[in-house]
């Protein structure tokens, strides 16, 4: 085979270890990058996983890919489009460069997503890595929200039409719903005007942004002395190793296989492009990108505005908030907290499988809480009146938990977590993949 993975690693290891050796400019700047030493605790691969070091390269990635196509594509509504065909057939490598910024746009979010899992079930949010946390949250959205607004660069039929019904959602937020959609939009419509706000937010604003708040991340990383780990090896007896060779080593293996993954499946899977826009023709059925698939399906069982924003918000708070609660006491970095932790988890991961798919199921043939309540607005007999029910059975179901297993507060943050992420991947995977016409709930085919 041409490119030959085993010798790749070899020769990267023997270029660690050389670099160890003799001190240089790229001594220097992976030492800007890393402390000297770091815990011998912390090169645990299933510490960590190396996720966050993936998330990043990504991002280099991204930036590269990104400012490569930056040279030909054109943010207009005639030239966009012509502009993608145009690095798909005639540029040199073209179409290798726009899959790899397509695909390692997509895994970025996968890995951020499992880096947050990470964090939070090695309980790394708690100080000095609470303040962290929230950057996180903060970087996470960041990372959804350049993918969202280069996914409508393309300028095909489904990437206009899932701007449109994303942007869409907007307009149920409360008071200034309306204005928000507007502002995004430059307009009433998804136009030019569209397009050339979110070409500036994709390659100028976001990245920024993006950039800044990572400087500040790894920073607060570094104060907090490295990556999590078990109490009893970080207290007292700390073991530490130098960073060059023993964590560049690993951050090489990690990256280098990374990037193996993501350049076969640039090499083997095209980024898709359909027709050209029509804003006069909309398929059917239109979806929003897969990660707002979920939003997209709550709107199908909820009043909009429960939806779109008080959901959202309630999670949101959730999630910006559970970190400043009193703490049961502290395992740092023992995944799933304690062993009741770990069944707690997966009792909740299994229940919300079961318990979301009925609902789904229940909200598309059974339930009609409009028609059963007709005299109530439809904010309240199909938005907060149902909510409350759900909320009521689950914080009953919580609490009989907590008592019957005797678990803690950190034992119930698993179980609320665990819920709320299965709960909203069940809904992500219904809208993508078993909503045909019309939205109609169908077995996929
Ligand atoms: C985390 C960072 C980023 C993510 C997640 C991301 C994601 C995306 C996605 C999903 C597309 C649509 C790709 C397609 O299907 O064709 C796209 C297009 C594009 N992006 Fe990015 N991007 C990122 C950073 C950047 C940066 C930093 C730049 C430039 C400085 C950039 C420039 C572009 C350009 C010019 C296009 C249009 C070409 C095309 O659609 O193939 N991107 N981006
Ligand atoms: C573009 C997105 C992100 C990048 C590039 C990134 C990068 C990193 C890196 C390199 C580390 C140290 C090594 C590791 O844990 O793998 C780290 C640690 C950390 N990250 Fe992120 N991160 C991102 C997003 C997030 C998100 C979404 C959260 C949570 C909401 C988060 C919370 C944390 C916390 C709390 C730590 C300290 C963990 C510990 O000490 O064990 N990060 N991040």
Same mark, same amino acid.
């Given at each position: 085979?041409?490119?030959? &993975?085993?010798?790749?690693?070899?020769?990267?290891?023997?270029?660690?270890?050389?670099?160890? !050796?003799?001190?240089? &400019?790229?001594?220097?700047?992976?030492?800007?990058?890393?402390?000297?030493?770091?815990?011998?605790?912390?090169?645990?691969?299933?510490?960590?996983?190396?996720?966050?070091?993936?998330?990043?390269?990504?991002?280099?990635?991204?930036?590269?890919?990104?400012?490569?196509?930056?040279?030909?594509?054109?943010?207009?509504?005639?030239?966009?489009?012509?502009?993608?065909? &145009?690095?798909?057939?005639?540029?040199?490598?073209?179409?290798?460069?726009?899959?790899?910024?397509?695909?390692?746009?997509?895994?970025?979010?996968?890995?951020?997503?499992?880096?947050?899992?990470?964090?939070?079930?090695?309980?790394?949010?708690?100080?000095?890595?609470?303040?962290?946390?929230?950057?996180?949250?903060?970087?996470?959205?960041?990372?959804?929200?350049?993918?969202?607004?280069?996914?409508?660069?393309?300028?095909?039929?489904?990437?206009?039409?899932?701007?449109?019904?994303?942007?869409?959602?907007?307009?149920?937020?409360?008071?200034?719903?309306?204005?928000?959609?507007?502002?995004?939009?430059?307009?009433?419509? #998804?136009?030019?005007?569209?397009?050339?706000?979110?070409?500036? $937010?994709?390659?100028?604003?976001?990245?920024?942004?993006?950039?800044?708040?990572?400087? $500040?991340?790894?920073?607060?990383?570094?104060?907090?002395?490295?990556?999590? #780990?078990?109490?009893?090896?970080?207290?007292? !007896?700390?073991?530490?190793?130098?960073?060059?060779?023993?964590?560049?080593?690993?951050?090489?293996?990690?990256?280098?296989?990374?990037?193996?993954?993501?350049?076969?499946?640039?090499?083997?899977?095209?980024?898709?492009?359909?027709?050209?826009?029509?804003?006069?023709?909309?398929?059917?059925?239109? !979806?929003?990108?897969?990660?707002?698939?979920?939003?997209?399906?709550?709107?199908?069982?909820?009043?909009?505005?429960?939806?779109? &924003?008080?959901?959202?918000?309630?999670?949101?708070? /959730?999630?910006?908030?559970?970190?400043?609660? !009193?703490?049961?006491?502290?395992?740092?970095?023992?995944?799933?907290?304690?062993?009741?932790?770990?069944?707690?988890?997966?009792?909740?991961?299994?229940?919300?499988?079961?318990?979301?798919?009925?609902?789904?199921?229940?909200?598309?043939?059974?339930?009609?809480?409009?028609? /059963?309540?007709?005299?109530?607005?439809?904010?309240?007999?199909?938005?907060?009146?149902?909510?409350?029910? /759900?909320?009521?059975?689950?914080?009953?179901?919580? /609490?009989?938990?907590?008592?019957?297993?005797?678990?803690?507060?950190?034992?119930?943050?698993?179980?609320?977590?665990?819920?709320? #992420?299965?709960?909203?991947? #069940?809904?992500?995977?219904?809208?993508?993949?078993?909503?045909?016409?019309?939205?109609?709930?169908?077995?996929?085919?």
């Amino acid at each position: 085979m041409f490119f030959n &993975f085993t010798q790749a690693i070899h020769s990267a290891i023997t270029w660690v270890k050389e670099m160890n !050796k003799k001190p240089s &400019f790229l001594h220097s700047l992976i030492l800007l990058l890393h402390p000297e030493k770091v815990r011998a605790g912390s090169l645990v691969f299933r510490r960590t996983f190396g996720l966050g070091g993936m998330a990043l390269l990504l991002f280099v990635i991204q930036v590269i890919t990104g400012i490569l196509l930056r040279f030909v594509y054109e943010p207009t509504p005639n030239g966009a489009y012509d502009s993608i065909l &145009f690095i798909r057939s005639e540029v040199i490598f073209g179409e290798l460069v726009r899959n790899l910024h397509h695909w390692s746009g997509m895994l970025i979010i996968l890995i951020v997503f499992l880096h947050l899992l990470r964090v939070f079930y090695t309980q790394a949010y708690y100080p000095p890595r609470r303040f962290n946390w929230i950057i996180g949250i903060f970087l996470f959205i960041l990372t959804i929200l350049l993918n969202f607004t280069g996914y409508l660069l393309p300028w095909d039929q489904l990437s206009y039409w899932a701007i449109t019904v994303s942007t869409n959602m907007l307009e149920y937020i409360p008071l200034f719903g309306e204005w928000l959609k507007t502002a995004v939009r430059g307009g009433a419509e #998804v136009d030019g005007s569209t397009l050339i706000i979110f070409y500036n $937010l994709h390659t100028g604003l976001l990245p920024i942004l993006l950039t800044m708040l990572l400087v $500040l991340h790894f920073w607060k990383v570094r104060k907090a002395g490295g990556v999590i #780990v078990p109490a009893e090896k970080g207290q007292g !007896k700390q073991v530490f190793v130098k960073s060059i060779p023993h964590l560049l080593k690993r951050e090489v293996a990690v990256g280098l296989s990374l990037m193996a993954i993501l350049l076969l499946l640039a090499i083997f899977a095209n980024a898709p492009l359909l027709e050209r826009a029509d804003p006069a023709f909309s398929p059917n059925p239109v !979806k929003a990108p897969w990660y707002f698939a979920g939003i997209q399906e709550l709107l199908l069982h909820f009043h909009p505005t429960v939806a779109v &924003f008080v959901i959202p918000l309630l999670v949101m708070a /959730w999630l910006f908030s559970f970190p400043y609660l !009193k703490t049961a006491g502290r395992y740092p970095a023992v995944w799933f907290y304690t062993e009741k932790g770990f069944r707690l988890t997966i009792a909740a991961a299994l229940f919300s499988l079961l318990i979301t798919s009925a609902a789904v199921i229940a909200g598309e043939f059974l339930v009609n809480w409009q028609a /059963w309540l007709p005299a109530w607005p439809e904010f309240i007999s199909n938005g907060i009146f149902p909510l409350l029910i /759900w909320v009521l059975l689950l914080s009953s179901l919580t /609490w009989g938990l907590k008592r019957k297993y005797r678990a803690n507060r950190n034992e119930m943050f698993l179980w609320i977590f665990t819920y709320l #992420v299965m709960a909203y991947l #069940v809904l992500m995977f219904t809208g993508i993949f078993f909503r045909g016409p019309g939205m109609a709930l169908e077995w996929p085919g």
